[in-house]
């Protein structure tokens, strides 16, 4: 059973080999809301024994589904896309409690990711082995042909992050099992409901059992297990950098898809559209209550536009909603209080340090009003740190040169932004950016699901996106025909 009723309390199993079961523990965590507090369900907290029979569990049904034709594959995806969407509002309302996401951008999530399903099946069934002819290289023979196949790596742990429980689980599980893999997917603690609501539906939609199971409970118990459980043979992460880089030490010889933090820059040139680049600016830092990795986290502006942009900024965020997600609130309550904490610290630490506050530095439990910080200097922690938080630092520079040396300095290198009207001049720009993709004339974001996203130095380790990341969890699989002389 998905789920069971006690004393009004809603209790969600885990799926092992097809069937929903409870912890032989009898230990459930609570997850409470953070927009109001209250009992969302409770969770299996899974033991290390458990981990192994999920773990082993895939072992024993992973020849079955990589023996399964593609189309069979692709044709669960496709049953549970429709399922997803039949079943969108209802997810997106828990998503809503569950990570306090507003209500418009939490019923995306879950239609944005049927859509990521049907394209992985297509992207699926497009990919064709390769027939290689000796005679290509020198000294070869046409005798000599080598059929080349993707063959997937086994078992892939998929882990995902508590803001997009959701889009950010089915991009890593769809091309991994698409891919002939199967899969252990570890949610978020906080996001564990609506991510095993998406199992749910995957599982209703015909995918075997085994082949995908989920394992719940806290990381600091359970996590470094299973990263380093011999079972896994590919880990799949979204999370913070401090916890990827832990995992990486960890991994030894398995291989990573790493989708770590970032401080993502927008860099405003003088003859930018001022209007434009503070609409794009203001909602690419502030939607979610910048609790995303691709959030715009800083501001560049040249001194001839800063105080004009600055102004246009003000009255953008001075309009934001602030408050409860069901009420379509941009700016929400953040996931705990501890996050309103740390972001709180980062304000106080830039003002005492002569920055300027242009509106925000309210704060009411873990509701952090929508803040915004003008004349940042490369002193303030705020310039540097990701805050996971409604948080905007304006740093005026005198030159895009200067903007670009502060850009590359960070130790994040996932995405920026650049507007302008001269693109000759964007296009210099993103070539001198030290990160992984960078926006002309848009804000930072992740989409769309079948482009490349990846960042470098701290900011990951691999490239996600449809294709991408089915190459990444399967391997060229090489057959070589030697034929006789007197074939």
């Given at each position: 059973m998905f789920q069971n009723t006690v004393h009004g309390e809603c209790i969600y199993g885990n799926l092992l080999n097809g069937e929903w079961v409870e912890s032989e523990s009898g230990k459930q965590l609570e997850i409470r809301s953070p927009v109001d507090g209250s009992l969302i369900g409770k969770i299996q907290a899974m033991t290390k024994k458990e981990v192994d029979e999920a773990?082993?569990?895939?072992?024993?049904?992973?020849?079955?589904w990589a023996e399964t034709p593609i189309y069979e594959r692709a044709e669960v995806f496709y049953r549970a896309a429709d399922l997803l969407e039949e079943r969108?509002?209802?997810?997106?309302e828990i998503l809503t409690m569950e990570v306090a996401k507003e209500k418009k951008s939490a019923l995306s999530e879950v239609t944005r990711s049927a859509?990521?399903?049907?394209?992985?099946?297509?992207?699926g069934k497009s990919m064709e082995g390769q027939a290689i002819s000796g005679e290509n290289f020198p000294g070869g023979s046409r005798r000599k042909l080598s059929f080349v196949r993707r063959a997937p790596l086994g078992t892939v742990l998929a882990v995902s992050p508590f803001n997009y429980p959701v889009n950010l689980s089915v991009s890593k599980i769809a091309p991994a099992l698409i891919g002939g893999n199967t899969v252990v997917l570890k949610p978020p603690t906080q996001g564990s409901i609506s991510a095993l609501h998406l199992a749910d539906v995957l599982q209703s939609a015909g995918l075997p059992g085994g082949v995908l199971n989920t394992v719940t409970g806290r990381g600091s118990e359970i996590g470094d297990y299973i990263v380093t459980h011999e079972g896994i043979d590919f880990i799949n992460f979204t999370g913070s950098t401090e916890i990827g880089r832990h995992i990486s030490s960890l991994a030894r010889m398995t291989p990573l898809l790493l989708e770590l933090?970032?401080?993502?820059?927008?860099?405003?040139?003088?003859?930018?559209d001022l209007d434009f680049a503070a609409d794009a600016i203001a909602d690419g830092a502030y939607a979610y209550s910048g609790q995303r990795c691709t959030a715009v986290k800083r501001v560049f502006a040249t001194d001839s536009v800063a105080d004009q942009l600055v102004e246009k900024l003000k009255a953008r965020v001075e309009k934001m909603q602030v408050g409860d997600p069901r009420d379509g609130a941009m700016i929400t309550p953040l996931i705990d209080e501890k996050a309103a904490e740390s972001a709180m610290e980062l304000i106080a630490e830039a003002l005492e340090k002569g920055a300027a506050l242009v509106t925000g530095n309210r704060r009411e439990k873990n509701l952090v009003y929508p803040t915004l910080l003008d004349r940042v200097t490369e002193e303030m922690e705020v310039a540097w740190k990701e805050p996971f938080a409604p948080i905007l630092p304006v740093i005026r520079v005198k030159d895009i040169d200067q903007a670009v040396e502060l850009a590359n300095r960070?130790?994040?290198?996932?995405?920026?932004?650049?507007?302008?009207?001269d693109i000759n001049r964007a296009f210099s720009i993103a070539e001198r950016l030290e990160v992984g993709t960078v926006q002309i004339n848009n804000k930072t974001e992740r989409g769309p699901d079948h482009f490349p996203f990846l960042?470098?130095?701290a900011s990951g380790m691999g490239t996600q996106g449809v294709r991408y990341s089915i190459e990444a969890m399967t391997r060229p699989k090489a057959i070589t025909v030697n034929l006789r002389e007197d074939f």
């Amino acid at each position: 059973m998905f789920q069971n009723t006690v004393h009004g309390e809603c209790i969600y199993g885990n799926l092992l080999n097809g069937e929903w079961v409870e912890s032989e523990s009898g230990k459930q965590l609570e997850i409470r809301s953070p927009v109001d507090g209250s009992l969302i369900g409770k969770i299996q907290a899974m033991t290390k024994k458990e981990v192994d029979e999920a773990i082993q569990d895939t072992k024993m049904h992973a020849r079955a589904w990589a023996e399964t034709p593609i189309y069979e594959r692709a044709e669960v995806f496709y049953r549970a896309a429709d399922l997803l969407e039949e079943r969108a509002q209802e997810i997106a309302e828990i998503l809503t409690m569950e990570v306090a996401k507003e209500k418009k951008s939490a019923l995306s999530e879950v239609t944005r990711s049927a859509d990521l399903l049907r394209y992985t099946a297509d992207m699926g069934k497009s990919m064709e082995g390769q027939a290689i002819s000796g005679e290509n290289f020198p000294g070869g023979s046409r005798r000599k042909l080598s059929f080349v196949r993707r063959a997937p790596l086994g078992t892939v742990l998929a882990v995902s992050p508590f803001n997009y429980p959701v889009n950010l689980s089915v991009s890593k599980i769809a091309p991994a099992l698409i891919g002939g893999n199967t899969v252990v997917l570890k949610p978020p603690t906080q996001g564990s409901i609506s991510a095993l609501h998406l199992a749910d539906v995957l599982q209703s939609a015909g995918l075997p059992g085994g082949v995908l199971n989920t394992v719940t409970g806290r990381g600091s118990e359970i996590g470094d297990y299973i990263v380093t459980h011999e079972g896994i043979d590919f880990i799949n992460f979204t999370g913070s950098t401090e916890i990827g880089r832990h995992i990486s030490s960890l991994a030894r010889m398995t291989p990573l898809l790493l989708e770590l933090g970032g401080k993502d820059a927008a860099i405003v040139l003088e003859d930018a559209d001022l209007d434009f680049a503070a609409d794009a600016i203001a909602d690419g830092a502030y939607a979610y209550s910048g609790q995303r990795c691709t959030a715009v986290k800083r501001v560049f502006a040249t001194d001839s536009v800063a105080d004009q942009l600055v102004e246009k900024l003000k009255a953008r965020v001075e309009k934001m909603q602030v408050g409860d997600p069901r009420d379509g609130a941009m700016i929400t309550p953040l996931i705990d209080e501890k996050a309103a904490e740390s972001a709180m610290e980062l304000i106080a630490e830039a003002l005492e340090k002569g920055a300027a506050l242009v509106t925000g530095n309210r704060r009411e439990k873990n509701l952090v009003y929508p803040t915004l910080l003008d004349r940042v200097t490369e002193e303030m922690e705020v310039a540097w740190k990701e805050p996971f938080a409604p948080i905007l630092p304006v740093i005026r520079v005198k030159d895009i040169d200067q903007a670009v040396e502060l850009a590359n300095r960070s130790e994040y290198g996932l995405q920026s932004s650049v507007f302008t009207n001269d693109i000759n001049r964007a296009f210099s720009i993103a070539e001198r950016l030290e990160v992984g993709t960078v926006q002309i004339n848009n804000k930072t974001e992740r989409g769309p699901d079948h482009f490349p996203f990846l960042g470098v130095k701290a900011s990951g380790m691999g490239t996600q996106g449809v294709r991408y990341s089915i190459e990444a969890m399967t391997r060229p699989k090489a057959i070589t025909v030697n034929l006789r002389e007197d074939f």
